[in-house]
């Protein structure tokens, strides 16, 4: 058994506000060393609650952990150019097929082509196409997973450019819809694929319309 972590760490970073502070030195003579985090729900490796874009919808402590944990299946896109849209076509061709009810992993690798702490990775990343949510949608996934900022949008965010919401094309076809989505995946490419076992387990925040998840793989479990 093999455990793969997909996580991005949660440390300070351009696009969110993220601090942790510590109190108590041990060195010093205190019982305790004590830290606290202030960082945003919807930074790093997050899942997505129904109430990110809807009025009155369950948030992030009603999804229920199997569809966030369990067998998983690898969509291998990791010859995606940057700043070129991903289709149907193109997801079609790279899913190696299994049940409905699966999560889906839509890997491009793109952390090894970008750093993620720049702005590159956001503005030059590839993106998914309507028909490729659509897609995506037709696969009945418990959840899809992504290692790029898969909505066109994302980029525009880091300017103060506020698209269309119909923009956003995976929340507006998957997540409108009750599919989940697990965002900002690192170090997929490791996965042989094409089947795994993972685990996305956000934060227990009641009320909160997402939390960060720690995110990984486990290799070799029978899926």
């Known amino acids: 058994m093999r455990i793969v972590d997909l996580s991005m760490p949660i440390a300070p970073h351009f696009r969110w506000r993220t601090q942790l502070s510590v109190t108590g030195d041990i ?10 985090l202030d960082a945003a729900c919807h930074g790093f490796s997050h899942v997505d609650a129904a109430a990110h874009i809807l009025a009155d919808a369950p948030t992030i402590e009603a999804t229920p952990l199997d569809r966030v944990v369990g067998p998983c299946r690898v969509l291998d896109l990791r010859d995606a150019p940057a700043n070129r849209a991903i289709d149907a076509t193109r997801l079609a061709a790279a899913d190696p097929g299994g049940p409905a009810g699966e999560i889906l992993l839509l890997s ?3 952390d090894r082509q970008r750093d993620w702490n720049t702005p590159e990775f956001w503005k030059e990343a590839p993106w998914l196409t309507r028909d490729a949510a659509e ?16 909505d066109f949008p994302i980029r525009l965010l880091l300017d103060g450019v506020e698209a269309p919401f119909d923009q956003h094309v995976t929340h507006d ?10 965002e900002y995946l690192v170090n997929t490419a490791t996965l042989p694929g094409p089947r795994t076992f993972l685990c ?24």
């Open 135 to 150: 897609w995506l949608l037709a696969r009945a996934p418990s959840a899809v997973a992504f290692d790029f900022p898969q």
């Open 108 to 110: 491009a690798g793109w």
């Open 200 to 223: 996305a387990a956000p934060l227990l925040v009641p009320g909160a319309d997402g939390a960060p998840a720690r995110v990984f793989a486990i290799e070799d479990m029978p899926v």
């Open 173 to 182: 076809v998957l997540l409108r819809r009750g599919i989940t989505l697990i």
């Open 27 to 36: 060195a010093k003579g205190s019982q305790f060393r004590v830290s606290r």
